[in-house]
Structures are given as structure tokens and as C-alpha cells.
Nanobody, 117 residues
Framework: QVQLVESGGGLVQAGGSLRLSCAAS????????MGWYRQAPGKQRELVAD???????NYADSMKGRFTISRDNAKNTVYLQMNGLKPEDTAVYYC???????????WGQGTQVTVSS
């Protein structure tokens, strides 16, 4: 059973925008934190942003002011709005959720974001 389903990646020119979505399965509820990570070729996976169940958010410094994470609890979905994209934002973006029920992290399959210069 797939617990996290991502969508919204693609190819965009520098300066453009994309919105990623990640829908969580109720099988892993309740979820304390949902977030987005990314991994560029040859680099380690890094945090982009996360959001807690109370709405508190956390961003990597390089994403502040350009990316916005939000969460729709009714739809069990977390979003990442990415504006002002740069070529260095090119990476596979992964959704992550921490399940309180199982005490562990779950990962989505990843969605490719490519920003052309």
C-alpha cells in the first residue's frame, strides 16, 4: 500500500513556479509532521520545508521567501508552492511524513523538478 502519493513536478524555466502536492494515506495517521526534502545528483538529501500538525513551519534558509509549505488536513495533503525557481533547485523532491501511530518516517516515491536556465 502506497502511503504517500506525490504530484506536480516537471520542467520549468528559471524564475517560474511549480506546486507540488503530497496526499497521505489514512493508514499512517495520525501524522505529526509532513515535509519536503530534495536530492540533487551527487548530493545528499536535504530538507526543503516541513509543517507540523499545529501549522508551525520550518524552512531551509535557501528556500525562505521563495517556497511556501501548506497543509490541508481535510484532504490529508501537503503542498509546496515554489516560486522564483533557480537551476540549482533542480532535484528529485520527496514527500515525508512522520507517523505518530507507527513512530516512523514514510517517504513518497519522489517527483522530478527540473529548472532550465
Amino acid at each position: 500500500q502506497v502511503q504517500l502519493v506525490e504530484s506536480g513536478g516537471g520542467l520549468v524555466q528559471a524564475g517560474g513556479s511549480l506546486r507540488l502536492s503530497c496526499a497521505a494515506s489514512k493508514s499512517i495517521f495520525p501524522i505529526a509532521v509532513m515535509g519536503w526534502y530534495r536530492q540533487a545528483p551527487g548530493k545528499q538529501r536535504e530538507l526543503v520545508a516541513d509543517i507540523r500538525s499545529d501549522g508551525n513551519t520550518n524552512y531551509a534558509d535557501s528556500m525562505k521567501g521563495r517556497f511556501t509549505i501548506s497543509r490541508d488536513n481535510a484532504k490529508n495533503t501537503v503542498y509546496l508552492q515554489m516560486n522564483g525557481l533557480k537551476p540549482e533547485d533542480t532535484a528529485v523532491y520527496y514527500c515525508n511524513a512522520y507517523s505518530v501511530r507507527y513512530g516512523g518516517h514514510y517517504w513518497g516515491q519522489g517527483t522530478q523538478v527540473t529548472v532550465s536556465s
